[in-house]
């Protein structure tokens, strides 16, 4: 683990964010959307052990790493709670396209 | 000597407000009742409040709370926020003559207008929301005037004002046409009223909040802790000195009176009062004559005796700018008299007719409280909290009169009535009675204010306040009876023959509605000669009962010899001459005086646009609606352009951060 110097891992973290954020900017598919917040989350995560591993040289803080796991769980909740959401939407409104959804801008 | 009186005034309307529109679910006569009663304890208490103070003997509590003498504040600490910011906020009732009289004032208006109502609104199907809203009103309003402190007060000034909004857009869904061209149906009509007033007295007291916060660091600054208390504020000054030193007094004293004059309806807010006749017209009662307007009033009292017991009982040394917020009420009160009056002339409409007049009597109102405390004069004082009572009185009586004319005639409009005198006879009586009082004929109580208040204003610095007032005594003389001409006398309109032809027979109010009529009416009888016992009340003097005869009759008597009777007999004179040869006598037609001269074709053209201030408020808030409607175009609605933005405000707070 040694081998690369941090910045390596913070970048390839960064990248899994600035993907995730690029999804939800382009993207019109609820889905995808929903898959663009899960990769955000996992960039977050992620940068959280890397930190807490350069921070202990070598060992991630047990808190940090039960901060990460409950984490990853509300982030598997979300994801349940939105494809439910976009079941009933799509049942509703009998469409996934966001951009065709928005009945606040009347 | 009522155990937990003090909160049991306010509580009672609350527990109604809360049950109301349950029991409305089960019985209309179960809900009629339970609000009726519920403000009827709230004057038997507020009564029972007079003698208390009368035996200057205050115990609502058992032995644990000794209370002092008057006035005395109950104050529990309400949140404390020791710890966060140094200070805790208090939650009061304050028991001195002033609040009291205005409690009595409050309850007794309502307890006859509720009774009204039963009658009125007997056709309506939502009549629990109804209940729910007036029975809050009431509650917020009588809080309003027992509270102890600022913030409090301005908490229940918010709920009295959205209370407001709810009820003049009560008929928000009437799909009746409009009155207005602006709008397809008379529900989105009265949505619009409600929301006008709501606006404008909401606007309005984000300076007065702003004044209250500038109230709180100066005492923060001089006593050491935010204090709103206002028996507090009177015993020392050095918050007022702060001010003056801080160099804020004038933008202090404005942003203070801007809430009462929103409130009130006072220029440059009082646009709204002529729109809030859109709701039922015993919501139009008691917004005018007992809770919404008369709060406005109410605090510019309040104020005074601020600063009056401050000098006259602490013998503190008033520092010179305080003066500012009073000669704002002096002036502005007397120019919006004026201006309204001036308009009532010419309004169509019933019930804004008698909406104006309101605006104009509060000018007298506000005229005098500002005289009061531009020369620190206590004899003015006087005279505006009994104009106060004198107002609440025929002012409620004048509304109820006009709703049972529109319930019984089916329109707003007073060229659809005439020659009702022979149909409702009662209501003519009555409303003629409240007629007189408001044009200030004698014996009626309106006649001692509006005489009490010339007094005063004769003390003031200059003269205008008083010249504006005494010309328009004279309007108000002429468009009282413009009114009860137009609706009582002469000839039966085209309305009211259809009606007949189509089997509506005009009648008379039933008697749930007339027995309203008839107290109040004997009440502003009788009121006026009760002035003098009332004053000594206020001024927290002796009342011997036995005196109380010789009292009234000194007191009527030297009305009757001061040198003012015949200034008042010649301003009724001057007013009614004109209106009765027109409108009642109807010698002359007003149309066609009207358009045979230039002037006074020009004249009516300016009154009845309502001196071009209401449309040029539209324009203002056309051109703000503008700006918004091309502001708008940023919201695209489109998911993914919110998350661009929001990405972009989080990299600019990102740069922010690492800039700093």
Known sequence: ?106 | MMMYADLLIWLVPVIATLLSPIVAKVSRNGAHALSVSAVGISWILALSMIFDILSGNVTYYPSNVTLGSIPFAHRIVWIDLTSLIGMKLSFGILIDPFSVFMANVVSFVALWIFIFSIGYMSEEPDIGRYWFLMNLFLSSMLLLVLSSNLLQMFIAWEMVGLCSWSLISFWYKSKAPSPDPRFSTEGEYNAHCGLKALITTSFADAFFLVAIAIVGYTTHLTMGTPTFDFIELSRNFSWLRKIVQLGIMPIFSLFLISGPFGKSAQFPYHEWLPEAMAGPTTVSALIHAATMVKAGAYFVGRFFLIIYTGATVYGLSVPDGVSTFFLAAAYVGAFTAFLAGTQGMVAKELKKILAYSTISQLGYIFAVFGIAGAVLLEEAFFAGALHILAHAVFKALLFLCAGAVLHAVHSKYVYDMGGLKKYMPVTYFTMLVGALSLSGVPPFAGFFSKDLILHAAMHFETMIPYVLLLVTAVITVFYTFRMIGLVFHGEPSEHIKKMNEHGHHIHEAPLVMRIPLIVLAVTTIIVGFFFEPAIKFIAGEHIVFEELGHDILSFVLEVFSSELILVSAIVILTGFIPAYYIYIARKADPTKIVESNIILRALYKFLVNRWYIDPLYYKIADGLRGFSARIRKLQTGYANVNIVYMIIGFILFLITLILM
């Open chain 1, 1 to 106: 683990m040694t081998a690369l110097p941090i910045q390596v891992y913070l970048a390839l973290s960064l990248s899994i964010l600035a993907i995730g954020a690029y999804i939800l900017a382009v993207k019109r598919n609820i889905l995808r959307i929903i898959l663009g917040i899960e990769l955000m989350i996992s960039g977050a995560n992620l940068t959280f052990i890397i930190v807490s591993y350069w921070l202990g040289n070598g060992s991630v803080d047990p808190l940090i790493r039960s901060i990460v796991i409950i984490s990853m769980g509300i982030a598997s909740l979300v994801a349940a709670l939105s494809i439910a959401l976009v079941i009933m939407i799509y049942r509703k409104f009998g469409t996934r396209d966001i951009r065709k959804l928005r009945k606040l801008k009347w």
